[in-house]
């Protein structure tokens, strides 16, 4: 009988904390190939909770999160050649937390963290090269 409950209540807590979504093609491209992708909720809302961008070879250009209508979370994008571009953290759609963008070539360009939109603390900026060549206290 023990067994039974649990199983039941892991059952429960699966079928409660999934996600159910609703996937919405909002533009491709001339072959049909997915240019933009949107995610919404699957209730009465249908809120905005997701966008993905693809380039036209079909690799990533930029995915995000957003929780009511602002972007919320880690934003990435990405160079057409599959680098990674930047990726930052967003709160209610404001600058929040760490931001990392890189050169084309993979190389990181600068670092630093934002707090509620403004650049905080130590920032460090990279040649093409890979060579520090700046810190700024902010």
Do not use: H
Not at 89 to 104: A, E
Request: hydrophobic share 25%.
């Amino acid at each position: 009988m023990k067994k039974i409950i649990s199983i039941f209540i892991v059952s429960l807590l699966l079928f409660a904390c999934s996600t159910s979504y609703k996937k919405i093609i909002e533009e491709t491209y001339p072959d049909g190939a997915p240019k933009i992708v949107k995610y919404y909720t699957d209730n009465t809302s249908k809120e905005l909770i997701k966008e993905v961008q693809y380039y036209q070879n079909r690799n990533l250009k930029l995915e995000g999160k957003y929780k009511n209508g602002q972007r919320d979370g880690k934003w990435t994008y990405w160079y057409e050649n599959g680098n990674k571009w930047s990726e930052g953290n967003y709160n209610n759609g404001i600058d929040d937390g760490m931001k990392t963008v890189w050169y084309g070539n993979g190389q990181k360009y600068y670092e630093g963290n934002y707090s509620n939109g403004k650049r905080v603390g130590k920032w460090r900026f990279w040649d093409e090269a890979g060579k520090l060549v700046k810190e700024v206290e902010y």
